[in-house]
């Protein structure tokens, strides 16, 4: 069912405050993983409602680069391969379907990746080598000369200037995919209340009755947190082992003439991801801060000088923005999408680390069949909730 009826808030004056009742489902959290869930749970035709602190679609869905994949896919263990893998398989029709239905383009585009030495990490591959990865997982990697892909890049080593070549890999300008996800969320009927921030819980009987904000409470039928690195805040002492936690990345705008770099490369951790019209991302750092969203001079010069050797067209004159965004971190980059070990209408669907934008449709996915009783496409037992 594409447009469930509009939700309609009644309210409630009760001995605890105002009550907004109705939702199937009450999602916490507008990033990529709150929106898609609540686009996807919409199409299924429940009824969703969604509470976002600020504004949607402005923490770490924001700042990402939109790659779409682990930057060495074979050095990740089978449920992120798996998730990534099938979330590629469902984003080009959802694409489609955004353009059309928002007018907003996402500028999805198969640009491919160009892995450069050191291949070091690619010989150290963890889960079975690269070669083998990519025959057992049919992902296209070739050897390369460099100027045959990305004529522009200037190194050193080797000397026969070799490179890995990864053709399927794709990108998305995360921004632009958020706005239009908001809108077809709204277009749904999907309610989206912003400055909106969940405090705490009202739970019986092991069940959730509503959900605290500062704004009054709210109640539905299920409760999804995707609230990105505040996910383990937000559930508090219903958290349990949970491990989820904030990780600082770094990241610099440049703007050149559109055409300099046509796909994106890679350099050890160091990327650069170009844009259609000639804007041009460098990142990223992976630093342990905490909740600390600042940006920091030292990070700015060590992305600079990795930018200028590889591609010395970017200069400091180029360079047009700097941000920082905080990464839900997990171990081994495994996201939980599962139900509460305990209470028995609360989800979650976070954890997503590195790959967030890249895994978001399969999540939704999952989580929805979850939500609505129906069958899962494939063993989800990994992305279960520690207890
Ligand atoms: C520099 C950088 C580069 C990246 N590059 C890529 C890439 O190329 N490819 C890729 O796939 N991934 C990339 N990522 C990772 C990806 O961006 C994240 O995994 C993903 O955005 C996580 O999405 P999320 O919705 O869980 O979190 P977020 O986008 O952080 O959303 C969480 C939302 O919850 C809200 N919230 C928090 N607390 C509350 C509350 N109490 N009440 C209500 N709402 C609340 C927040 O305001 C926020 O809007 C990158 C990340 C960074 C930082």
Not at 220 to 243: C, F, M, P, R, T
Not at 299 to 313: G, I, Q, V
Not at 350 to 364: D, E, I, K, P, Q
Request: glycine residues 10%.
């Amino acid at each position: 069912m594409r447009n469930p009826s509009p939700l309609t808030w009644s309210r409630r004056c009760t001995t605890r405050g105002i009550i907004f009742l109705a939702a199937d489902v009450v999602v916490i959290g507008g990033g990529i993983i709150g929106l898609t869930s609540a686009h996807e749970l919409l199409r299924r035709g429940a009824r969703v409602s969604l509470l976002e602190r600020n504004c949607c679609g402005k923490e770490a869905s924001w700042a990402g680069g939109g790659i779409l994949s682990p930057l060495l896919p074979w050095n990740y263990p089978e449920p992120v391969t798996q998730l990534t893998q099938f979330s590629n398989r469902l984003l080009p029709g959802l694409i489609e379907i955004l353009r059309q239905e928002t007018g907003v383009d996402p500028e999805y585009q198969a640009c491919g990746m160009l892995v450069l030495p050191n291949l070091k990490n690619v010989q150290s591959a963890q889960y079975g080598g690269a070669e083998a990865w990519c025959a057992r997982n049919a992902f296209s990697m070739k050897k390369v000369r460099v100027e045959e892909i990305a004529p522009r890049l200037i190194f050193d080593e080797p000397a026969d200037k070799s490179a890995l070549w990864l053709s399927s890999v794709a990108q998305v300008r995360s921004p632009r995919l958020l706005q239009a996800l908001k809108r077809s969320v709204e277009l749904s009927g999907g309610v989206i209340m912003e400055h909106t921030k969940v405090t705490g819980w009202r739970l019986g009987r092991g069940r959730v009755e509503s959900v605290i904000t500062d704004r009054g409470e709210y109640t539905g039928v299920n409760y999804v947190v995707a609230a990105g690195a505040w996910s383990h805040e937000i559930l508090g002492e219903h958290a349990l082992k949970l491990d989820i936690h904030p990780v600082r990345g770094q990241m610099l705008l440049f703007k050149v003439a559109s055409g300099l770099l046509r796909t994106v490369v890679l350099q050890n951790d160091f990327y650069l991801i170009p844009r259609q019209d000639g804007y041009i991302l460098a990142g990223s750092t992976m630093e342990e801060v905490g909740f600390d969203k600042n940006i920091t001079a030292g990070a700015r010069k060590t992305l600079l000088e990795k930018a200028h050797k590889l591609l010395p067209s970017l200069t400091e004159k180029t360079l047009v923005s700097h941000w920082a965004g905080l990464r839900p971190g997990s171990p081994d980059n495994i996201p939980v999408i599962n139900r509460h070990p305990a209470i028995d209408n609360l989800y979650l669907n976070s954890g997503h680390y590195r790959y967030g934008v890249t895994m978001a449709l399969g999540s939704a996915h999952l989580l929805s069949n979850m939500v609505m009783n129906n069958p899962q496409p494939f063993d989800v037992t990994p992305y279960q909730w520690p207890a």
